[in-house]
């Protein structure tokens, strides 16, 4: 909970008059973040002194250098009024370690700077507080912990920054739009072998369906960027939506900078290939449109869990829930059906048992309507059966996108490829060959967004440059793989002498000769993506590049390049773990930058968006795409029966 009032300002503690802080004309405007018209960006550097000065960050090998509008933001910690103390914090009555605790503070929006301070202001006019002093776990003076965190992951960023001209990097915009305020909000998230950084976020409600701004925003990212972005280290931008403006964006971005590709996240087309599935095939619309009834019916009064737990015998434990929701919200509707297939016993033993009959939910209009559906209409589990099997495939693929463990099976650049079509044969063989009039649906509307929207060059060039699938029995290179490698190879590769090195070179790889007929019996033993290496002791990252192409690819430099720079870039967009913490972007756009609260939400935002994704890198982490628990207003729960 926010120790700050609906608008902005610090409260003040009941305690002491109140006080306000005058700013100085030349204080006001210090330490900005950069808007996108540039104007208070120019205001902030005439003003900032433009001396530099050397950090040196506790538990890091080297000096972060930061511009004195980082140092600024310890300053101002200190000129900050203090608010009043929620008494949430009670939550630290325990007394975690120190960092634990400001880390706990900073993720329940409770600014670290200021705890400390206000209770001993407490304790000096006799107060004893919501807790008592001694109860109130220590949180070192004026923010230091989260400065210090701050200025470390400062440093985490600017050391991955290092390689992003070596190895490529993507650009994601990961934007959205806030339905309380229309708003549209971008993260801008920098994403290389070594792992994804949060760098800034921005306001672009000005530039929707405006082609010159949102090149005017991204050609800032470019050109201002303090961590040394340039358009040389992006070879892919990766936009939030497949919206016509922003293909056109996409078109004037690819003719100033010939060597970028504009490829749509995989995520959001899987997620809409799973939208298009439930709104536009007749039939599973009403499947699930049926299927509703059964679970609103269910969670209507908890007696009726409770009846349908009572059916299973055991089977069903007092944490099972019939609907399965989902962190990426389109495969909801799929996950709840193929839990009610699972369910179907049970379902069918309550709606038949006596309990069920002498209740008034069974003598209910409602009651009855779902006892016919579940008990006499066979089709409807046909229809669920074949829903589920046409789909399933499409879940489990969005589920490997988003894993960020170190897999070589996992859907990397050299993989989406083939992955696309082992889930569309899936689906066939699921459903069975002789349904064509049940799986060619699901295949149009896959084949259709992936032609419109997915499909790019760069993954034809990545099935091709993976070891392990192009020296395998069932490797095929139809025109379109061919054309995706030769327009990749045209694209990244500037110099026409090294173009033509690379597709000699090619020749070589195919006929594996040389070091390629050794690693012809290895490819199955080492990883043909990006892998990475971490010192057991120290959080310091060492690129190992293409582990295959490394070991033998040594007799084709241009083409070895090529390849790991290909493999080591990303097919995923802003996937599910890096959306996190809007609600703090919101607040720190609609937020003054003359504000006290303003310079805290920026480190706050840093802070727990980089500490995140560092996790996600360093952890291996397993994505599950099903949520813990059913939203309470959901139309899967609530509504009519």
């Keep these: 909970m926010d120790c700050r009032d609906d608008h902005g300002k610090a409260k003040q503690?009941?305690?002491?008059?109140?006080?306000?802080?005058?700013?100085s004309s030349t204080e006001k405007g210090k330490g900005k973040m950069l808007d996108t018209n540039g104007n208070n960006y120019k205001q902030a550097k005439?003003?900032?002194?433009?001396?530099?000065?050397?950090?040196q960050c506790q538990g890091n090998s080297e000096p972060l250098i930061i511009s004195s509008s980082s140092s600024m933001l310890q300053q101002q910690q200190t000129q900050r009024p203090l608010?009043?103390?929620?008494?949430?914090?009670?939550?630290?009555?325990m007394a975690p370690p120190e960092r634990q605790c400001t880390q706990q503070l900073s993720e329940n929006n409770l600014n670290p700077n200021v705890v400390r301070e206000s209770y001993q202001e407490l304790a000096n006019t006799g107060s004893r507080g919501p807790l008592h002093q001694s109860d109130v776990a220590?949180?070192?003076?004026?923010?230091?912990?989260?400065?210090?965190?701050?200025?470390?992951?400062?440093?985490?960023?600017?050391?991955?920054?290092?390689?992003?001209?070596?190895?490529?990097?993507?650009?994601?915009?990961?934007?959205?739009?806030?339905?309380m305020t229309g708003r549209t909000y971008l993260n801008v998230i920098i994403d290389c072998p070594l792992g994804a950084v949060y760098l800034k976020s921005i306001d672009v409600t000005f530039a929707v369906n405006d082609v010159e701004a949102m090149m005017s925003v991204i050609e800032r990212l470019f050109h201002e960027s303090e961590f040394g972005l340039r358009p040389e280290c992006v070879l892919q931008v990766i936009p939030f939506s497949a919206s016509p403006w922003l293909d056109a964006v996409g078109e004037r971005l690819k003719e100033k900078y010939p060597w970028m590709f504009w490829s749509?996240?995989?995520?959001?087309?899987?997620?809409?290939?799973?939208?298009?599935?439930?709104?536009?095939?007749?039939?599973?619309?009403?499947?699930?449109?049926q299927a509703k009834m059964v679970t609103r019916l269910i969670y209507s009064d908890p007696r009726i869990l409770d009846l349908l737990r009572k059916a299973s015998n055991g089977e069903i434990d007092q944490n099972s829930n019939l609907v399965k929701p989902a962190k990426i919200k389109e495969a909801t509707p799929f996950l709840t059906l193929e839990n009610m297939l699972l369910w179907r016993k049970q379902l069918e033993n309550m709606l038949m048992s006596r309990e069920w009959n002498d209740s008034s939910f069974g003598s209910s209009?409602?009651?009855?309507?779902?006892?016919?559906?579940?008990?006499?209409?066979?089709?409807?589990?046909?229809?669920?059966?074949?829903?589920?099997k046409g789909t399933m495939p499409i879940v489990n693929l969005l589920g490997l996108i988003n894993d960020g463990n170190i897999d070589v099976d996992k859907p990397q650049m050299g993989n989406l490829y083939e992955r696309m079509d082992k889930m569309k044969e899936k689906i066939r063989g699921d459903i069975g060959i002789k349904n064509s009039n049940k799986f060619m649906p699901f295949w149009v509307i896959i084949d259709q967004i992936w032609n419109d929207m997915l499909h790019s060059p760069l993954h034809a060039a990545g099935y091709y440059l993976n070891p392990k699938l192009f020296y395998?029995?069932?490797?095929?290179?139809?025109?379109?793989?061919?054309?995706?490698?030769?327009?990749?190879?045209?694209?990244?590769?500037?110099?026409?002498?090294?173009?033509?090195?690379?597709?000699?070179?090619l020749d070589t790889y195919y006929d594996a000769e040389g070091d390629f007929k050794i690693g012809l019996f290895e490819r199955h033993n080492v990883s043909p993506v990006v892998t990475l290496r971490r010192h057991a002791l120290h959080d310091v990252v060492y690129i190992d590049a293409v582990e295959w192409w490394r070991r033998y690819g040594n007799q084709c430099k241009e083409l070895q390049d090529f390849a790991i720079i290909v493999l080591g870039i990303s097919c995923n967009g802003a996937p599910t773990p890096h959306k996190f913490g809007r609600e703090d972007v919101g607040r720190l756009l609609s937020t003054s930058e003359?504000?006290?609260?303003?310079?805290?939400?920026?480190?706050?935002?840093?802070?727990?968006?980089?500490?995140?994704?560092r996790e996600l890198t360093t952890s291996g982490f397993k994505f599950n795409i099903e949520a813990d628990e059913p939203h309470p207003v959901d139309d899967w729960i609530v509504g009519y029966y």
């Design 138 to 179: 220590t949180v070192r003076g004026r923010g230091e912990i989260l400065c210090e965190e701050y200025l470390s992951l400062r440093a985490w960023v600017q050391r991955t920054s290092y390689y992003w001209d070596i190895v490529k990097c993507s650009l994601i915009l990961d934007g959205w739009t806030e339905e």
């Design 83 to 93: 608010p009043a103390v929620n008494s949430s914090i009670s939550s630290c009555r």
């Design 472 to 505: 395998s029995n069932n490797f095929f290179a139809d025109e379109e793989v061919k054309d995706g490698i030769r327009d990749t190879i045209q694209k990244i590769v500037a110099d026409a002498q090294a173009q033509t090195a690379i597709m000699s070179q």
């Design 365 to 388: 209009l409602g009651g009855i309507r779902v006892a016919e559906l579940v008990l006499r209409d066979r089709t409807f589990w046909t229809r669920i059966s074949l829903s589920v």
């Design 46 to 55: 005439q003003q900032q002194n433009p001396a530099v000065s050397g950090v």
């Design 594 to 613: 003359t504000d006290p609260s303003h310079l805290w939400l920026v480190q706050k935002c840093f802070v727990s968006y980089n500490r995140h994704l």
């Design 13 to 23: 503690l009941s305690e002491e008059p109140s006080r306000k802080r005058a700013y």
């Design 264 to 289: 749509v996240s995989a995520t959001y087309c899987l997620s809409l290939m799973l939208e298009r599935v439930a709104s536009t095939i007749t039939w599973v619309r009403q499947t699930i449109t």
